[in-house]
């Protein structure tokens, strides 16, 4: 279950892993850095193209926008594949979305990554920055993934279930199936797990109002984009 939605009826057990969420922009746009990016950003206001991703990577890259006092225009598309394409030739200049889905056009040598969002660096790209590392804190997002469960389970069941998620995450061949996936492994108990989903939680709260979003219910048990 990806961390991105309250769910009322349930609640953490253990995290698995994590999502590596990716700042990539085409190599044509001969930008190296968030810096780089920023700055060309501010001599030309609104007129890189952004292919938004739908839910918290949108509304936080939109957060680093605004702290930064930077405009790029939106271009949404309903076709992943379509926008990948565009990425690599340069009709589009920036997308945030799971290091899997730029995985190809990076090895093409067409796109680029600049930084993740993730809260610390990740194994599979050890020389990729964090947001917060590359200077912009507001760029903070951690892809968690996890399990849950209802919260009517006998005494013991979670903590049982968070010691064998550990245990299966301990086999070293699971960390590089996870990798090749675009996933850091990451494995936490279930006290620590709730942590990390409140902690985030409390942080998408503060994007939103920052942003002037309203909240909205959530159906328990739904799963918006």
Not at 27 to 39: G, I, K, Q, R
Not at 93 to 109: H, N, P, R, W, Y
Request: aromatic share 2%.
């Amino acid at each position: 279950v990806a961390i991105g939605v309250v769910i009322d009826s349930a609640v953490p057990l253990a995290r698995v892993s994590s999502t590596i969420i990716a700042v990539s922009v085409p190599t044509a746009l001969n930008v190296n850095s968030l810096d780089e990016l920023v700055a060309l950003a501010r001599k030309e206001p609104g007129k890189l193209n952004l292919v938004p991703t739908p839910g918290t990577t949108e509304i936080t890259f939109d957060n680093f926008l605004k702290t930064s006092g930077v405009t790029m225009t939106k271009i949404p598309y309903s076709d992943v594949t379509k926008a990948l394409a565009d990425l690599a030739e340069n009709r589009v200049q920036v997308m945030v979305a799971g290091i899997a889905l730029v995985k190809s056009q990076v090895e093409t040598g067409k796109v680029k990554i600049l930084a993740i969002t993730n809260l610390k660096r990740a194994a599979a790209v050890p020389d990729l920055p964090t947001g917060t590392e590359a200077g912009y804190p507001a760029l903070a997002l951690d892809g968690l993934i996890g399990l849950f469960g209802p919260k009517n389970l006998p005494p013991g069941t979670a903590e049982r279930i968070a010691a064998d998620v550990q245990a299966v995450a301990a086999d070293p061949a699971i960390g590089p199936r996870l990798a090749a996936t675009g996933q850091q492994l990451d494995p936490g108990g279930t006290a620590e797990f709730a942590a990390a989903v409140d902690a985030q939680r409390k942080s998408i709260a503060a994007t939103a109002k920052a942003l002037g979003i309203q909240p909205t219910n959530i159906t328990p048990g739904s799963c918006p984009a």
